[in-house]
Structure formats: C-alpha cells, structure tokens
C-alpha cells in the first residue's frame, strides 16, 4: 500500500526542494502529487485539489518568512475544510522555529528540519504503518501537549 502525499509550495520557477521530495516519495513508493501555492489566493484551489487526491499527508514547503501566514493560513483552511491526515511543514523558517509554529498553529501536526528527504520517507513509513512517530531523526511533532524534538539528521552527502 502506498501512501499519497500532496506536497504544496510556491513554484515562483522551478522549486527544485518539492522536486526531490516528490522524487524520494516515488523512490519510497508513496504516491506524490506537488500542488502550487503561491499565496491566499490560491487558498480555495489548493484545500479543493487535496480533498479530491484524498491525501493523507500534506507537506507544506515554508521556504521563506514572507510565505509563514499564508502557509499557516493554508493549514488552517484544510482543517476548516474537514482534512483529518497529517500536516506537516518544512522549509528554512520551520528548521529554525518549529516551537513557535507548533505553538502557534495548531492545524499543523509536525515540522521537518533541515533536510526532509530522508525524514519525510521514515515520517510517511511511520504514518502508513500507524505507528508511534518517535525515532524519526529532524521530526518535531506534538505528543498531546508536549513537544517531542528529535536530534538532527546528519546533512545528505551525495548530492549529485
């Protein structure tokens, strides 16, 4: 069984960091569909594409703190809209301040710092299994009230 993972972002140009996620989601066998979202705007266009891919994972890419309101403002909508899978976010802004978003959004289930390919492969394994989410190296995610804060996962080293 594979997972289907919406993961949505602004594609200004090519969003080459949405590329890699999805090529590793494929890679991992997990169903991924990239979903533009540039602005509030597309708010209404985004929750629709979500629910008809009846996603159970939607990964927000927060590459800037320009895009931080409308990213939560998403998030937001989804819930609104009856989305009930797991959201989580990654991007520059999360790696830094996943307290506060975590804190301060409560739509949001999980944040993926730093690098997410190999997270967000072990976060998807761990959510299609049902199992408990600790262990998964750069995952912060909310255990009721608590935060639970994984160590960082070690830069990849291949790039090429």
Not at 30 to 49: F, G, K, L, N
Not at 64 to 83: M, N, P, W, Y
Not at 118 to 123: A, G, H, I, P, V
């Amino acid at each position: 069984m594979t997972l289907r993972v919406a993961l949505v972002g602004p594609r200004f140009h090519e969003n080459l960091a949405l590329e890699y996620l999805a090529a590793t989601c494929q890679e991992h066998e997990h169903e991924a569909h990239i979903i533009t979202y540039s602005s509030r705007q597309d708010a209404r266009s985004v929750v629709e594409a979500v629910l008809r891919l009846n996603a159970r994972v939607v990964g927000l890419s927060i590459a800037f703190q320009s895009c931080l309101t409308d990213s939560i403002h998403l998030a937001e909508q989804l819930r609104s809209a009856g989305f009930t899978g797991h959201i989580t976010c990654g991007g520059h802004v999360p790696s830094f301040e996943y307290a506060a978003l975590l804190r301060d959004c409560p739509a949001l289930d999980s944040v993926v710092r730093h690098d997410g390919e190999l997270t967000l492969s072990e976060l998807f394994d761990k959510l299609e299994r049902e199992q408990p989410l600790s262990g998964v190296a750069g995952l912060v995610w909310r255990d009721g009230a608590e935060l639970r804060i994984e160590p960082t996962r070690r830069p990849l080293q291949a790039l090429d």
